[in-house]
């Protein structure tokens, strides 16, 4: 081992820092073996498991989708959640969304209370509802994969059954709270504690732009994530 400051007997300075570059090296090389997550902004969010499938939910807002995608999730159909036309495609590309929340052919129609998997990725199809966004046509999502619950909810208010989301084992609660076209930060946090969220990242945090950090950060939580447009994080079980 190498400390910081010190230069081993008998190895020179310029050694030494080659050997702790190439440590740096190597754990750039590493880093991103991981499950991450990157946030675009508004809604819009990439996951990228451990193993390099690829899901892209509700995408809008800025950001890099040239990593194609396996799997598109798309939770309603208004516009700032359904470019589903930026992002770069496999062959083998799933594009699931409620009927007439896009326009190409051959997406899968995702009905509230469905369970489908595409590899290793497994999607429960969930209720999403409030004034602003008719539950018949806007859905939410509970994604698993590397052990790892992910519940990301479109845009809704609190919902009664949400009560009942604790039975899943939620690792990450993906909620929105701009408290104009979705509920606010309270509400927010009334639904990450009645799933029992073990962790919650604020999403539609601004009526009108990408990302409000007074929003987000007011969500209160067992554990609050906030992100910002353009960071990725690493996920946990």
Do not use: W
Request: hydrophobic share 40%.
């Amino acid at each position: 081992m190498i400390i910081e400051g010190e230069v081993p007997m008998g190895m020179s300075l310029t050694y030494s820092i080659s050997v702790i570059s190439l440590g740096l090296l190597a754990a750039v090389g590493t880093a991103g073996r991981g499950t991450e997550l990157s946030y675009f902004g508004r809604a819009s969010v990439k996951i990228r498991t451990a193993s390099g499938f690829v899901v892209y939910i509700d995408p809008y807002a800025p950001g890099d989708y040239s990593e194609p995608a396996d799997l598109i999730l798309v939770t309603h159909g208004h516009r700032d959640h359904n470019r589903v036309g930026l992002v770069k495609r496999k062959p083998t590309t799933v594009v699931a969304a409620p009927d007439g929340a896009v326009s190409e052919k051959g997406a899968r129609s995702a009905a509230e209370g469905d369970v489908f998997r595409v590899g290793q990725v497994e999607v429960r199809v969930m209720a999403a509802a409030n004034d602003n966004h008719d539950r018949s046509v806007s859905r939410g999502y509970i994604v698993s994969f590397d052990g790892i619950v992910l519940y990301h909810a479109g845009d809704t208010d609190y919902l009664p059954e949400m009560a009942d989301y604790g039975k899943y084992g939620i690792s990450y609660a993906i909620l929105p709270c701009d408290g104009f076209y979705n509920m606010g930060p309270d509400e927010a946090s009334r639904c990450a504690e009645a799933m029992k969220a073990k962790r919650v990242i604020p999403i539609h945090s601004s009526k009108d732009g990408n990302f409000d950090e007074k929003n987000a950060r007011a969500v209160k939580a067992r554990s609050l994530v906030v992100i910002k447009p353009g960071e990725t994080v690493t996920l946990e079980p």
